[in-house]
């Protein structure tokens, strides 16, 4: 019976430490940390790196969601959008949460080290990076580029994981990355324009406006679109990966033509889910392109 109410227990700790990091958002940097490491590989790599650069990936973002939970408590208690969450409403302990953090950056230096000498280098860096982040919109409105400067680290990270070296394609998968998070996160972002002006948050659509914010979010993604087809002609793809790309570019303007703040559901589905679609489209696509045609 005590072991049976401790699985209880433990399960829902799981539950309730996967809802606050959001383990499902995975998918939108993982599809392109694994073209970054096909790539990279010239085919699929090793399991032992396929391996250690899942694990970094998961204990690199678990740590930084939970991070950015923590220091953004009190906000989110605020913000009649956010007061449910975990910590507001304390369903999980500030020093869980710590400790949960420490233990997942932990995890994410020794698969760094686990890789190669260069990931276990930079791990440092990347953790004081994408720790950061939770403070850029207390001073700037660019925080949106930065969150998606931050996330961009995914497949720049990948190729690394494979290579050990420095080249040129990882950085533009990691710009297309940028850009399209920091878009759809300004489009996310304009459910809080009148919060972030009362408490003094900084962001696009509460130093812009709705509508230029929404441009400016418009103007990211079609950028994405450019660089997406600039590696089409770099890496001498196919037409399978070019179809991927339609199908994305179809999916962001469905994205934009739906936007509505004041519908939290619709917004949830313009800002994640079109958007954990086009990630995972652009993946099938590009590997079926890269090892089937």
Same mark, same amino acid.
């Given at each position: 019976m005590v072991i049976i109410n401790a699985c209880k227990i433990a399960a829902h700790k799981f539950k309730l430490f996967s809802e606050l990091v959001m383990f499902s958002h995975t998918l939108f940097s993982l599809p392109f940390a694994i073209i970054s490491m096909v790539w990279a590989a010239g085919g699929w790599p090793s399991g032992r790196i396929m391996l250690w650069g899942l694990i970094a990936l998961i204990g690199a973002r678990n740590g930084a969601n939970a991070f950015n939970r923590l220091v953004d408590r009190t906000f989110d208690g605020q913000n009649p959008r956010t007061a449910h969450r975990h910590l507001p409403q304390r369903l999980l302990a500030e020093k869980? &949460?710590? &400790?949960?953090?420490?233990?997942?950056?932990?995890?994410?230096?020794? %698969?760094?080290g686990m890789l190669n000498l260069l990931c276990l280098i930079l791990s440092?860096? %990347?953790? &004081? #990076?994408?720790? +950061?982040?939770?403070? @850029?919109?207390?001073? @700037?409105? *660019?925080s949106h580029l930065y969150l998606g400067f931050v996330i961009a680290s995914a497949p720049i990270g990948a190729w690394f994981a494979v290579t050990g070296q420095i080249a040129f394609t990882p950085f533009v998968i990691g710009t297309v990355v940028m850009l399209w998070i920091a878009g759809f996160d300004i489009i996310y972002g304009t459910q809080d324009i009148e919060f972030d002006r009362r408490i003094g948050l900084w962001s696009i659509p +509460?130093?812009?406006? *709705?509508?230029?914010? #929404?441009?400016? %979010?418009? %103007? *990211?993604?079609?950028i994405m679109i450019m660089l997406l087809l600039f590696l089409y002609q770099w890496r001498g793809l196919g037409w399978m990966y070019l179809a991927g790309i339609g199908i994305a570019m179809l999916l962001l303007m469905t994205e934009h033509k739906i936007i509505k703040p004041s519908n939290r559901q619709l917004m949830k589905v313009a800002s994640y889910n079109l958007n954990q679609v086009i990630s995972t489209v652009i993946l099938a696509c590009t590997l079926v392109d890269y090892f089937l045609l």
């Open positions: 869980e &949460v710590a &400790v949960f953090i420490v233990v997942n950056y932990m995890i994410f230096i020794v %698969a760094s440092p860096v %990347a953790i &004081v #990076l994408i720790s +950061s982040y939770s403070y @850029t919109k207390r001073f @700037t409105y *660019l +509460s130093y812009f406006g *709705l509508q230029n914010a #929404l441009r400016i %979010a418009a %103007a *990211l993604h079609f």
